[in-house]
């Protein structure tokens, strides 16, 4: 049964829910009512958010403890986490450990999701822990595959990425780009929600913040533009149909562009051609204009440009090496993306 086939059997059987207000948090239900990962009732895997999402969450809990009180508070304050998800969790089967919680290979429950983002906002104090998270999950395999974009074309690919993280549980799109906003939306399957309960609205409220985590952290990281802010115009925490932001950023100036061109052999010794040129590829890499003037490039530049692709074969090639064995959960796709990045650029 697909996953749309299951919401549409669940939303029959989902029945009236009284909501309760955003300051009940879904703790107060005690254990944990749906199993929080491997094989769901149906007997589907669960895979509602990826384990590289829950491993960047748990590591970064994990970070600014040691940071404030060193690294062993940092390692007990994972080990806490664990014990208090444990306490939520009936079954002593689906126990978690912290290298359990690391191991990008797994897969989770969004009840069990959001039951970790109350823990872990209760550990370390801060309120705004799952936004500061959420910029986490901009892994580097995410901003190896999206440097050569444009910002704007990367908010277009929104959807993909998501569903890279989120299998079946919730639904992306993508309202509206422009070179300096970008206005992108998500909502919940019947079947999220249905883990959800009564806490829908304080759970949205926290997917939500992770969300806008994660979409300001693209601009920053990959761009460096730590300007970038986001705006949010409706929330399903607030009763609306979908959670909608519009992600507001500096227009990418010329720095981008100069900085490779700077970087790259490529663009350090190509001439200037006048206006009317025709370039034709050949082994002496000749410049023949449409008139009876031509222009050939010094020998060397043909050097450098072999000696760029060479290299950048090279890297290209030892990414793609390094990606798959470190980061199995990647396609192949993406696998050869990656090593097509350091010529791209």
């Given at each position: 049964?697909?996953?749309?086939?299951?919401?549409?059997?669940?939303?029959?059987?989902?029945?009236?829910?009284?909501?309760?207000?955003?300051?009940?948090?879904?703790?107060?239900?005690?254990?944990?009512?749906?199993?929080?990962?491997?094989?769901?009732?149906?007997?589907?895997?669960?895979?509602?958010?990826?384990?590289?999402?829950?491993?960047?969450?748990?590591?970064?809990?994990?970070?600014?403890?040691?940071?404030?009180?060193?690294?062993?508070?940092?390692?007990?304050?994972?080990?806490?986490?664990?014990?208090?998800?444990?306490?939520?969790?009936?079954?002593?089967?689906?126990?978690?450990?912290?290298?359990?919680?690391?191991?990008?290979?797994?897969?989770?429950?969004?009840?069990?999701?959001?039951?970790?983002?109350?823990?872990?906002?209760?550990?370390?104090?801060?309120?705004?822990?799952?936004?500061?998270?959420?910029?986490?999950?901009?892994?580097?395999?995410?901003?190896?595959?999206?440097?050569?974009?444009?910002?704007?074309?990367?908010?277009?690919?929104?959807?993909?990425?998501?569903?890279?993280?989120?299998?079946?549980?919730?639904?992306?799109?993508?309202?509206?780009?422009?070179?300096?906003?970008?206005?992108?939306?998500?909502?919940?399957?019947?079947?999220?929600?249905?883990?959800?309960?009564?806490y829908r609205r304080r759970c949205a409220c926290l997917v939500c913040q992770s969300a806008q985590g994660i979409m300001?952290?693209?601009?920053?990281?990959?761009?460096?533009?730590?300007?970038?802010?986001?705006?949010?115009?409706?929330?399903?925490?607030?009763?609306?149909?979908?959670?909608?932001?519009?992600?507001?950023?500096?227009?990418?100036?010329?720095?981008?562009?100069?900085?490779?061109r700077a970087a790259s052999p490529l663009e350090q010794v190509r001439p200037?051609?006048?206006?009317?040129?025709?370039?034709?590829?050949?082994?002496?890499?000749?410049?023949?204009?449409?008139?009876?003037?031509?222009?050939?490039?010094?020998?060397?530049?043909?050097?450098?440009?072999?000696?760029?692709?060479?290299?950048?074969?090279?890297?290209?090639?030892?990414?793609?090496?390094?990606?798959?064995?470190?980061?199995?959960?990647?396609?192949?796709?993406?696998?050869?993306?990656?090593?097509?990045?350091?010529?791209?650029?």
């Amino acid at each position: 049964m697909t996953s749309s086939a299951l919401d549409i059997v669940e939303a029959k059987s989902l029945p009236h829910i009284e909501l309760l207000p955003k300051d009940r948090t879904i703790l107060e239900q005690g254990a944990m009512v749906f199993r929080p990962f491997g094989l769901d009732e149906h007997g589907h895997t669960i895979r509602d958010l990826s384990g590289v999402s829950i491993r960047a969450v748990t590591v970064f809990l994990e970070k600014l403890i040691a940071s404030e009180r060193g690294a062993s508070a940092g390692k007990e304050s994972v080990e806490e986490l664990c014990r208090l998800l444990n306490d939520q969790i009936r079954d002593a089967v689906y126990h978690v450990t912290p290298e359990f919680l690391k191991n990008p290979w797994n897969s989770y429950s969004y009840e069990f999701t959001c039951y970790l983002y109350e823990f872990c906002e209760r550990i370390s104090g801060d309120p705004r822990f799952v936004f500061k998270a959420g910029a986490e999950k901009v892994s580097p395999i995410m901003l190896a595959l999206t440097r050569p974009f444009s910002l704007s074309q990367i908010y277009t690919m929104f959807p993909y990425f998501g569903n890279k993280f989120t299998s079946g549980s919730v639904e992306f799109r993508v309202v509206e780009v422009t070179n300096e906003t970008a206005t992108v939306a998500m909502r919940f399957t019947e079947r999220t929600l249905r883990q959800f309960g009564p806490y829908r609205r304080r759970c949205a409220c926290l997917v939500c913040q992770s969300a806008q985590g994660i979409m300001v952290a693209m601009a920053d990281r990959i761009h460096g533009l730590s300007r970038a802010e986001t705006i949010e115009t409706s929330c399903i925490g607030n009763d609306d149909d979908w959670c909608q932001w519009t992600i507001r950023w500096q227009k990418e100036g010329g720095y981008r562009s100069r900085f490779w061109r700077a970087a790259s052999p490529l663009e350090q010794v190509r001439p200037t051609l006048p206006s009317g040129t025709v370039l034709i590829e050949t082994d002496s890499a000749q410049a023949v204009p449409s008139t009876t003037t031509r222009r050939v490039d010094p020998p060397i530049q043909a050097q450098q440009h072999f000696t760029w692709f060479l290299w950048g074969g090279v890297l290209g090639l030892a990414l793609m090496a390094g990606v798959g064995v470190f980061n199995p959960t990647v396609s192949l796709g993406e696998v050869a993306l990656v090593g097509l990045c350091p010529i791209l650029a």
